[in-house]
């Protein structure tokens, strides 16, 4: 808003403050001559001050914007009785009375420390001098403290000035503001008639301060806070509001460096950073316990959800004592860490087979232990893993698989990887860890409600009992109670194999939810499914919400039916608010129905980045994304620890890794080196030895440091292994094939859902498989020559063998929407866990056996 035009001084303008004073007091002295009550000595004054300055802002505004409406008035009495004259009588009472007998009981009489033989007047201005000295410190303590000002943003919400609203405070607020200028004078004896006067200065100038009357106060804004000046103090710009802190005077402020009050210009924009925080009386008690709903919008808490919340920030500070701290200085000393780790190992499984196989018992150090064991892949183990759960032998361990994470394997079989007690123990330890990252950077995203997507916990049982499944679904199985109150869909739903009836169930639940803040699921993919099955059915689960029911509940198994029913309720309000969102005819976007989301953590490395940004434009601005971290069937990798830039610190109290540098393996298979070894900005393969029976695990994977944490090297998730193709020498990385597709989605300004280049050795080609994000007529020869052009840009071998001609051009082919869900169907059906699906970007001929020939819209070709 520009400024406002400065208009002349009228006689009004200057006199209306001290003529009104003036009166005031008068008829205050005036009453006590005549022996009337303390009671009618105050408040007639002040009353005729509200009524005389009523009359000035409707005769002379200072502004015509500020005029309050019949809204604002019953809204800001309600503060005026509740906040400025019912809680003071509390105060007064319960607090101070309480204090003066606790002092009776010790004999301890403050009275001496007050003159209360001079003058009333004379008091009042030392009741002045001291109170404003004490509101100054405790004003300024409240606009530079976070959870204070969150209480007295309340005072600088509204958006226009006018004398009824002198009364808009929090209760805290209010408390905190008597322990400064009444309750020190209470116990000090000051006797009623200095009090009351006290009173009458005190609320007639604060009237004034918040009134809309033009006024001109020249020598009086260096004694008084006036008008002129606490306008400053509600300015928009916490520049101009971080000053004239002063309560009736202003003195303080110019003593201590805070007085404002600048020339040829006036504020004219009032109120808090967020132009919609709440106005009412209700919804401003619950403001301050709803994070930095003053910067930016965020959910109101009911009772419920605010001790919940309060539980869960004593939660996460025991989490920062208990497990954070000692990561921290695990880290710093990443060598003895981890042969701890290693050695704890060893010492535990010394007499298994494994264990008497390969020596434990010999094993001093990491060298020997090197040279003990080969390095080894799953299929290497399998013997070992199923003799230990058919035949209850200790094989690999000592501590029997109470269930294994089931994914797919090399061979078509699938691979089960031991889950011990222990295995469970350290998921919670670095999950607790991880929540704790994301509670500091971003404490809304926990205020509301948690979608959780996972796998079932128990997918099925093995023939000698044991079950299989996923263990992060068992972890949201067994979570504790508190916690579990914070997730919105029941375990039970993870747990129905028909794919479409339970993304149904999730979207019907989700959709109703207003209040949902942290969205999670380990692949992206999740969240585009779940928004194309929301938007199916849009329309007849509005119904659904309105009535409180699921139309397709009596298609559930029983134990299923019976949890999605307890969450089940009536919701019309919610049902007209779907309803509006819905009249436009428009796909909905998440940002429509889940304003309030905060934090969505997903993986956002490899062919997860690809799918992720596809669909971010669909959730709020200023969502965060965090990275759920090096995490597989196998193990967990790292810990997200910087939720600002990703970096992940390996799991190093858990589990035992060695590296070896990208082209050292895959050239001549070594050196091996361990986590304090490994380099900043270099590529490396990993080898891990878990507590669960993975002994120098070949996982296939390559990372990249990216930083450190403490003395421990930071890791990011690149690509598997297996993402790198030569089909006459090129060696074409996955990393080269995102980077290069990434830029040509910037350059025509298109994305995808999913993408695969398959690589075909006889025919010496490069295919792309795409399916767009939204259908839409796009260039398919500009986009594949661009595609073509950032790989011989990126890959100087590709680049000879095309102009060789050893490679033919490389060929887009593009897919019908549904496409990267008919894959997933597929992948799934052969034994991977759904939470754990990544899919692969980058792959052989030989090792692609799904056929895209039904979903395919067209191809492009690049004839260059």
């Not at 906040?83 to 010790?106: E, K």
């Not at 009042?124 to 100054?136: E, G, H, P, S």
């Not at 969240?527 to 509940?553: A, Q, S, Y």
């Not at 970007?841 to 090792?847: A, E, K, N, V």
Request: charged letters at 20%; a neutral charge.
């Amino acid at each position: 808003m520009a400024s406002i035009e400065l208009r002349p001084h009228s006689i009004i303008a200057w006199i209306a403050y001290p003529a009104t004073i003036i009166i005031c007091l008068f008829i205050f002295f005036l009453f006590q001559q005549h022996n009337l009550s303390l009671l009618l000595c105050s408040y007639v004054p002040v009353v005729l001050g509200a009524i005389i300055i009523t009359f000035l802002e409707s005769r002379f505004p200072y502004m015509d914007l500020w005029r309050a409406n019949g809204a604002d008035i019953r809204n800001d009495l309600t503060f005026m009785v509740v906040i400025q004259m019912m809680l003071p009588i509390f105060l007064n009472f319960f607090v101070a009375v309480t204090l003066l007998r606790f002092l009776a009981v010790w004999g301890i009489r403050l009275e001496a420390f007050w003159p209360h033989n001079w003058p009333v007047a004379i008091q009042v201005v030392v009741m002045l001098l001291v109170a404003d000295f004490f509101r100054y410190w405790i004003h300024r303590l409240a606009h530079t403290n976070s959870i204070l000002w969150k209480f007295h943003a309340v005072h600088h919400s509204p958006h226009k000035l006018y004398w009824v609203n002198v009364g808009r405070f929090h209760p805290v607020d209010k408390a905190l503001q008597f322990l400064g200028d009444s309750l020190p004078f209470i116990l000090l004896g000051v006797s009623e008639g200095v009090l009351a006067l006290y009173f009458v200065f005190y609320a007639v100038n604060g009237f004034f301060q918040h009134s809309n009357v033009e006024m001109r106060f020249g020598l009086l804004n260096y004694v008084i806070s006036s008008a002129e000046l606490h306008r400053w103090h509600h300015s928009r710009k916490p520049v101009e509001a971080n000053q004239n802190y002063g309560n009736n005077i202003i003195i303080w402020d110019i003593l201590f460096g805070t007085y404002f009050l600048p020339k040829n210009r006036e504020v004219n924009d009032l109120g808090l950073h967020n132009r919609t925080y709440p106005q009412d009386f209700k919804s401003q008690m619950k403001a301050p316990f709803s994070g930095n709903l003053d910067k930016h919008p965020d959910l109101l808490p009911d009772l419920r959800s605010f001790l919940l919340n309060s539980l869960l920030g004593i939660r996460m500070r025991i989490i920062g004592w208990t497990l954070y701290s000692p990561l921290k200085k695990a880290a710093m000393n990443v060598k003895a860490t981890q042969w701890k780790i290693l050695k704890s190992i060893i010492d535990q499984n010394s007499s298994t087979e494994f264990g008497l196989r390969h020596d434990f018992k010999n094993i001093s150090d990491v060298q020997s232990f090197r040279e003990k064991l080969p390095v080894f892949d799953y299929e290497s183990l399998r013997a070992d893993v199923e003799r230990q759960g058919n035949d209850k032998i200790k094989v690999l361990t000592n501590d029997h698989p109470i269930m294994y994470n089931q994914t797919s394997g090399t061979t078509g079989q699938p691979k089960y990887i031991p889950v011990l007690n222990l295995t469970l123990d350290h998921l919670r330890r670095s999950q607790k860890i991880f929540s704790y990252i994301q509670y500091k950077d971003c404490k809304e995203a926990f205020f509301g409600r948690i979608v959780g997507m996972v796998s079932p916990a128990i997918d099925g049982v093995l023939a000698n009992g044991i079950p299989f499944g996923s263990a992060s679904g068992h972890i949201y199985k067994t979570m504790p109670k508190v916690a579990r109150a914070k997730y919105l869909l029941p375990q039970e739903v993870f747990t129905l194999e028909d794919y479409g009836l339970k993304y149904q169930v999730i979207a019907r639940l989700c959709f109703e939810a207003d209040d949902i803040t942290y969205l999670g699921s380990a692949n992206p993919s999740s969240f585009h499914r779940l928004l194309e099955v929301v938007n199916e059915h849009r329309f007849h689960m509005v119904d659904d919400i309105k009535e409180g029911v699921f139309r397709r509940i009596d298609e559930l198994p029983e134990n299923v039916a019976n949890a999605v029913k307890q969450v089940l309720h009536p919701n019309p309000e919610r049902a007209i608010f779907l309803g509006d969102i819905l009249s436009s005819g428009s796909q909905v976007h998440y940002s429509d129905f889940w304003p309030s989301l905060k934090l969505v953590a997903t993986w956002t490395g490899g062919s997860c980045g690809v799918s992720l940004s596809g669909i971010l434009k669909s959730f709020p601005s200023g969502v965060r994304i965090s990275e759920l971290g090096y995490l597989s069937s196998e193990f967990r990798g790292t810990i997200t620890i910087d939720a600002e830039t990703n970096a992940g610190v390996p799991t190093i109290q858990e589990s035992f890794f060695e590296f070896v540098e990208q082209n050292s393996w895959e050239d001549h298979r070594g050196p091996f080196l361990g986590v304090e070894d490994i380099e900043m900005n270099k590529r490396y393969y990993v080898f891990v030895t878990t507590p669960s029976g993975l002994y120098r695990y070949n996982m296939n994977d390559i990372v990249e440091v990216s930083g450190m944490f403490g003395s421990c090297p930071t890791i990011r998730f690149l690509q598997k292994g297996r993402g790198v193709t030569n089909i006459t020498g090129e060696k074409l990385y996955e990393s080269q094939i995102i980077q290069s597709m990434d830029d040509s989605f910037k350059k025509f300004g298109f994305s995808c859902r999913f993408y695969q280049v398959v690589a075909y050795q006889e025919k010496s080609q490069y295919m792309i498989f795409l399916e767009p994000n939204v259908e839409g007529d796009i260039d398919e020869d500009a986009f594949t020559q661009y595609v073509e052009e950032n790989l011989c840009s990126s890959n100087i071998e590709y680049k000879e063998k095309r102009l060789g001609g050893r490679l033919l051009p490389i060929k887009v082919l593009l897919l019908k929407t549904g496409s990267y869900e008919g894959y997933k169907e597929y992948c799934l059906s052969k034994g991977q866990s759904e939470s754990q699906f990544k899919g692969t970007l980058l792959q052989y001929d030989t090792d692609h056996d799904f056929d895209w020939s039904p979903w395919l819209i067209s191809e492009s070709s690049n004839g260059n």
